[in-house]
């Protein structure tokens, strides 16, 4: 089978086709290529010979880009190329151009594509199509009313993708991650890479501010619990989905404190004593406005699972990055 | 004042310009100009000496076209224009150019217009947001999934309406029509057409079918009361509205039977007596799948108001029609 990633430089991408690789196969048959897409080409150097990988670089608001990377008539597409939030916010025209008009190439890809290919299309859509006031628990069937044109385009590409998936061009399904805890790497300029921060960043012995209170609570899932979400959505029998593609994916709804506590159980004192509190006013207001909790049975009940708890999720953000050291040490 | 109407050819959009003609000025400001704009150039006699009626032809689906409206910097603008759901369904392409591509382009020539300009917009959207499954009486929070192309767009509108406004590019209203009873006029292919056609053919002294059984519920407003909503929404101080710029209309949640037992109260039995059941599977399904009653809470809150009851509807119905046939006599 074939694969197309979009987005395949990001830190999801990255990991999803480094787990394809790594498993040879997605849904028990096995993966002969993997086109590997993003604004500046991945590079994947631990390649099986039974897989080709092609990578690419390229832009999605071109319609002929996708067009051509339709051609190959690939049998799953992964679609996580997106402007992020802030960028969105900040570059109107951009974000539309990205997430909006990207996502509607592809669609239209796929109908022009004719009857005869109707693809698996995983869409990553995110808990940004919410916004405040909430209920405490979002249930799934609360309304998309985003506070950002982020939120917005995914809402519109959602939506687009339920209409494409009725009218039997494609076989689609959304995925609404929640925030990705703990994000490897240098912090970014996120307004919720703290949540990642103040684990990553005391664990590499590094001092970590925290610009909100310890009440603070959020819903997150780890890297890997990402990927799952993604073959798992990329496999399952979507005959039982109905009409309504996109899904909140199951997480944990954890508050600032209790991840210090899991931290402390987990790495010891010295480590939780490099989080500095220092109250920003601008990001406690913008983390005001975000989801806390989610009622995601829909999800448990065709088979998406969420991270066991926060310690292991902060386990295995050990183990990956005593991988990665032996890796770059060369071990 | 100037006031753009798109869609003034349409039931409800010449309504509206009759009625803004009869009112000569709108939330206390006179109308100086209106242009009325249609897919074909609508046409209006009574037009007082104070106010310039502009009529034109056009396709909205044109950036070019719609730029050219906004030249003008109406104050207020109404947004009706669309390709209705039977449509838009029978033809994807044309569906989407005409209710998502012309309202992008609508969007966005009123945010390249510049900073100073920032109109008020009225969008018409439709209950067809919803897809079962429903709530018995779905809320304001309930979340919008469509399960027409017709419902996409008006709901991906919906979004970017919000979005627009949000970021400061427009003051945008959007409000979701019920099913408009009694439509004038000859009966349509609409699946909901019976409705309205149980009413106003047996007045008319014809035979109307009924494809439904007495018990369907549906939830429905009067052409005036569509109106009176508009107008309501293009002067109605929206600093309260907050970031969700859509709401449910206040409408009535009626059954066949009411409306039929309504009708031998207001006209007697032998009008009834014209009504010929003769259900039909297609159309039952259909109407199955339709929302049947609102919590419209919000819209009330902020002062839109519903039809007082059905019989109401019925007797400003034959009101309209003897004045419509006093005038077409001459008189």
């Not at 604004?39 to 897989?51: K, L, Q, R």
């Given at each position: 089978m074939r694969i197309l990633v979009l987005g395949a430089a990001g830190m999801v991408g990255r990991r999803l086709v480094e787990r394809l690789l790594a498993d040879k196969e997605l849904g028990g048959r096995a993966i002969a290529a993997i086109d590997a897409f993003d604004v500046v080409a991945p590079d994947f150097p631990d390649v099986p010979e039974t897989i080709t990988v092609t990578c690419e670089a390229g832009d999605i608001s071109s319609a002929e880009t996708?067009?051509?990377?339709?051609?190959?008539?690939?049998?799953?597409?992964?679609?996580?190329?997106?402007?992020?939030?802030?960028?969105?916010?900040?570059?109107?025209?951009?974000?539309?151009?990205?997430?909006?008009?990207?996502?509607?190439?592809?669609?239209?890809?796929?109908?022009?594509?004719?009857?005869?290919?109707?693809?698996?299309?995983?869409?990553?859509?995110?808990?940004?199509?919410?916004?405040?006031?909430?209920?405490?628990?979002?249930?799934?069937?609360?309304?998309?009313?985003?506070?950002?044109?982020?939120?917005?385009?995914?809402?519109?590409?959602?939506?687009?993708?339920?209409?494409?998936?009725?009218?039997?061009?494609?076989?689609?399904?959304?995925?609404?991650?929640?925030?990705?805890?703990?994000?490897?790497?240098k912090p970014n300029k996120a307004a919720s890479g703290f949540f990642s921060g103040i684990i990553r960043e005391p664990l590499a012995g590094l001092e970590a501010i925290l610009p909100v209170e310890d009440d603070v609570r959020h819903w997150i899932a780890s890297p890997a619990a990402a990927v799952g979400f993604l073959v798992h959505a990329a496999t399952m029998d979507t005959s039982t989905l109905g009409p309504r593609r996109s899904l909140n994916m199951p997480g944990l709804s954890v508050t600032v404190g209790e991840m210090i506590a899991t931290l402390q159980e987990v790495a010891g004192d010295e480590v939780v004593g490099r989080i500095r509190r220092e109250p920003d006013e601008p990001i406690r207001s913008m983390v005001h406005g975000w989801p806390r909790d989610f009622d995601t049975a829909r999800a448990s009940e065709v088979g998406f699972s969420a991270d066991a708890d926060f310690a292991s999720i902060i386990r295995a953000h050990i183990a990956d990055e005593e991988a990665r050291q032996a890796k770059e040490t060369g071990s």
């Amino acid at each position: 089978m074939r694969i197309l990633v979009l987005g395949a430089a990001g830190m999801v991408g990255r990991r999803l086709v480094e787990r394809l690789l790594a498993d040879k196969e997605l849904g028990g048959r096995a993966i002969a290529a993997i086109d590997a897409f993003d604004v500046v080409a991945p590079d994947f150097p631990d390649v099986p010979e039974t897989i080709t990988v092609t990578c690419e670089a390229g832009d999605i608001s071109s319609a002929e880009t996708v067009e051509g990377l339709i051609t190959r008539q690939p049998d799953v597409i992964f679609h996580l190329a997106a402007i992020v939030s802030g960028e969105a916010e900040a570059d109107f025209d951009k974000g539309y151009r990205i997430n909006l008009d990207g996502t509607r190439h592809l669609l239209e890809a796929i109908r022009q594509a004719g009857e005869a290919y109707r693809p698996r299309l995983v869409f990553t859509s995110s808990i940004a199509v919410f916004g405040a006031p909430f209920e405490e628990k979002i249930s799934d069937t609360f309304l998309s009313a985003p506070l950002t044109s982020y939120g917005t385009q995914k809402a519109i590409s959602e939506l687009l993708l339920a209409d494409y998936t009725r009218k039997g061009f494609v076989d689609g399904v959304g995925i609404r991650l929640p925030t990705i805890v703990v994000r490897p790497g240098k912090p970014n300029k996120a307004a919720s890479g703290f949540f990642s921060g103040i684990i990553r960043e005391p664990l590499a012995g590094l001092e970590a501010i925290l610009p909100v209170e310890d009440d603070v609570r959020h819903w997150i899932a780890s890297p890997a619990a990402a990927v799952g979400f993604l073959v798992h959505a990329a496999t399952m029998d979507t005959s039982t989905l109905g009409p309504r593609r996109s899904l909140n994916m199951p997480g944990l709804s954890v508050t600032v404190g209790e991840m210090i506590a899991t931290l402390q159980e987990v790495a010891g004192d010295e480590v939780v004593g490099r989080i500095r509190r220092e109250p920003d006013e601008p990001i406690r207001s913008m983390v005001h406005g975000w989801p806390r909790d989610f009622d995601t049975a829909r999800a448990s009940e065709v088979g998406f699972s969420a991270d066991a708890d926060f310690a292991s999720i902060i386990r295995a953000h050990i183990a990956d990055e005593e991988a990665r050291q032996a890796k770059e040490t060369g071990s």
